[in-house]
């Protein structure tokens, strides 16, 4: 019998963007508490998701001591170790990522290491446009698996990339396999993708949006974790999904989209072993600006309620 789906959440009011991170009003903690504990209702605990940014080896120390207090406020997070060195110090990245994991694998959820290393185009919101991008993938994760086995650390080490549209024309997957082997496909916990069908590039109606999903993800599965040598055995996660409200993105319609996507996932889970659907994110930046990556909340940013917060409640009860 399938598992059921884990939904996981990034509860706080900002985004990053090519043009940097869209911000707003200030979070509050227990408006947020509130709206998670709304959202999971009787079931499982939602697992929340959380970001640091290394930016270099001087970083480490103001890094080490953000994470050092994500990891005690006593909810297992899935954490998200971004790697955005101008300089590619990949070396000193491996070395912070196995701190971390020895410091504190036994109290986070999972650990991702590198943040859409094969995202080229999306400047500081991404970690592919730093240099060694793809090297920090496969070093950091052999130092976190190594670390975990050494420790006996339970969080799960993984990663998360951007849809490859054009395998070929990257070399990514190729690349992985090349540079991490056997040893790197052996040291994953999991493989995440982050998707955004309907947000970036084209528009799709709503009988083009499972299509394409499935399409996403079967690619996924079937042509780049096969061409690194991930095996099937190895669950997909989708770690990051959502649809922004504003001009001609009605919030009626973000509830359908995210309802149509969810489903799409839970159907698909047994055949391509997918485990977990995270929302990004809880609430808008800023629900008075029309750019996109200010309104990608199913809360506004006074934290009300849109349409698809109910249906996400919905769905959880249902489905996880």
Known sequence: MTAPLVFGVFPLGMAGGPDGLA????????????????????????????????SGPESTAEVSAQVAQLAGIGVPLDLVLCYRDPGGDVAAWA???????????????????????????????????FPGALDALVRGVLAGAAAKREVGATAEIGFAVVPDIDPAASGFWAGVRDSGGAEFAAAVDYAGIDIYPDVFGPRLSADELPI??????????????????????????????????????????????????????????????????????????????????????VLR????????FHTLRRLIAELG
């Open 212 to 297: 394409i999903v499935e399409q996403l993800l079967r690619d996924f599965r079937e042509r780049d974790l096969a061409t690194a040598g991930i095996p099937t055995s190895v669950p997909i996660r989708i770690c990051e999904n959502g649809w922004p409200t504003g001009p001609d993105r009605p919030e009626e319609q973000q509830a359908a989209v995210l309802e149509s996507i969810i489903r799409t996932v839970h159907a698909l889970r047994a055949d391509l072993n997918i485990t977990h659907w995270e929302l990004f994110t809880l609430r808008d930046a800023d629900s008075s600006k029309d750019d996109k990556f200010h309104r990608f909340g």
């Open 301 to 308: 940013d006074d934290y009300s309620p849109k349409p698809a």
């Open 95 to 129: 070395s912070f990522v196995s701190q971390v994991v020895t410091r504190h694998g036994r109290e986070l959820a999972a650990l991702q290491v590198t943040g859409e290393p094969n995202l080229t185009w999306a400047g500081a919101a991404a970690d592919g446009a």
């Open 23 to 54: 911000v707003g009003p200030p979070d509050d903690f227990e408006a947020i508490g509130r709206a998670l504990g709304e959202l999971q209702g009787d079931g499982d605990a939602l697992l929340p998701r959380m970001y640091v940014v290394w």
